[in-house]
């Protein structure tokens, strides 16, 4: 059964890498929001919600499917997206779908195209991602889409609310710990856009979770990512 709880003995290390992936953008409105795919349908419902504020009028959602998420979009990870978000209450005409990228650069240069096949050339930008994954999606917008104004945002919610959500504590600090090795680790390969170092606290949290197991979720690369 999966554990539900962030253990003590690492919850100091696992709020430092959740704070850290947050960016702490303000939602503002823009010309297109870009929905990302993944296994849960926290970031349809904020889409939807931020729709309902008037903060966009048109919304991609973009995503194939992974193992992790077939079992519950077996249409894939966008069309699950949009049949929610139009549940939702947003009209299905102010909805465009990207059904192939299988990873964050092809969400977001598959989702340009499909923009510019509908004469839909954005200015501004927001991106709606998983929590964990803020700081990588908007630092690879940036290598892809470099002309537009970009915001990044999740659904403001606590750590403990997350994992409430996913229902497996494990699985969480597995996919922050991922996400921080790649930050460095894609930089390094040019996938992304080189940020400012990467503050101490944060790679001494993310050596300590990865001593303590959490290692699911890394890329075979495994170099320190201070190096």
């Not at 549940?87 to 650069?105: K, Q």
């Not at 922050?176 to 040019?190: D, F, I, N, S, W």
């Not at 075979?220 to 190096?227: A, G, S, Y």
């Amino acid at each position: 059964m999966p554990n539900v709880m962030i253990p003590a003995a690492v919850r100091e290390d696992v709020e430092t890498l959740w704070v850290f992936h947050d960016l702490q953008h303000e939602p503002r409105p823009v010309d297109v929001c870009i929905g990302l795919g993944g296994h849960d349908l926290g970031v349809a419902d904020y889409t939807a919600d931020l729709y309902h504020e008037g903060l966009f009028p048109r919304i991609v959602f973009t995503g194939a499917n992974a193992p992790t998420t077939i079992d519950a979009f077996p249409q894939g990870e966008a069309l699950g997206y949009r049949d929610h978000a139009i549940a939702r209450g947003v009209p299905a005409e102010a909805v465009l779908v990207e059904p192939a990228a299988t990873n964050t650069s092809e969400n977001l240069e598959y989702s340009r195209k499909v923009l510019a096949e509908h004469r839909i050339e954005p200015a501004s930008v927001l991106l709606v991602s998983h929590p964990y994954q803020q700081r990588r999606a908007f630092a690879t917008a940036q290598m892809v889409w470099p002309d537009v104004d970009l915001l990044c945002v999740s659904r403001p919610m606590t750590l403990d609310a997350y994992v409430g959500t996913i229902g497996d504590a494990d699985r969480v600090v597995d996919m922050l710990v991922g996400e921080t090795q790649r930050l460095t680790l894609y930089a390094e390969l040019g996938f992304i856009s080189h940020e400012e170092d990467m503050p101490a606290e944060v790679i001494g949290a993310f050596d300590r979770l990865v001593a303590a197991g959490y290692t699911s979720r890394l890329v075979e690369d495994r170099r320190p990512i201070d190096v």
